[in-house]
């Protein structure tokens, strides 16, 4: 995939899915309703009864733990200054392409970053190899007249309330 246009932020995030292991056991819905959305609930929980050697439910939760954090670093802000977790979401595209929903702090910072004449498009990959997860974001801008491609949505085509995609 070729990304045209400006890049506005990058980010990058690794995690170990043993801490997310424990925050879950200790902390439960409380931690999971405080930093997930509910497609990224609902994508997690799918993956409880998993056959996988390690927790497949704790790793899907941590890939979207570090694609929080790398998107807060992407924006420039970090969990400052009006975003917060749930205002960032990993969605899945019909082709299974992960991607982020903003709202929020993390929406109206996504705007003000943006140029004028510009659409903000936000490319997310996720990976894991027990006990790691990370997550990579880049936030580029291209010129509104361009059209955009399922590869990599713009924001302003992704809803913000939806049912998930899947």
Not at 4 to 21: A, K, P, Q, Y
Not at 71 to 94: E, H, I
Not at 125 to 152: C, G, K, N, R
Request: net charge positive; glycine share 8%.
């Amino acid at each position: 995939m070729m990304m045209s246009g400006t890049i506005l932020g990058i980010g990058n995030d690794l995690i170990d899915i043993r801490r997310v292991e424990k925050s879950l056991e200790r902390f439960g819905k409380r931690f999971i309703d405080r930093i997930f959305t509910d497609i990224e609930q609902a994508k997690s929980e799918r993956r409880a009864g998993s056959a996988a050697k390690n927790n497949a439910r704790a790793s899907t939760y941590a890939k979207r733990f570090a694609a929080k954090e790398a998107c807060s670093k992407a924006l420039g802000t970090g969990f400052r200054d009006g975003v917060f977790w749930r205002d960032m979401g990993v969605v899945n595209l019909p082709s299974g392409q992960p991607t982020m929903r903003l709202t929020g702090g993390a929406l109206a910072r996504l705007e003000a970053i943006t140029p004028p004449g510009m659409r903000a498009r936000i490319h997310v990959t996720l990976t894991d190899e027990y006990p790691m997860a990370e997550a990579f974001v880049v936030i580029s801008a291209e010129p509104i007249e361009s059209t955009p491609t399922e590869s990599a949505p713009s924001v302003s085509a992704m809803p913000t309330k939806t049912a998930n995609p899947e």
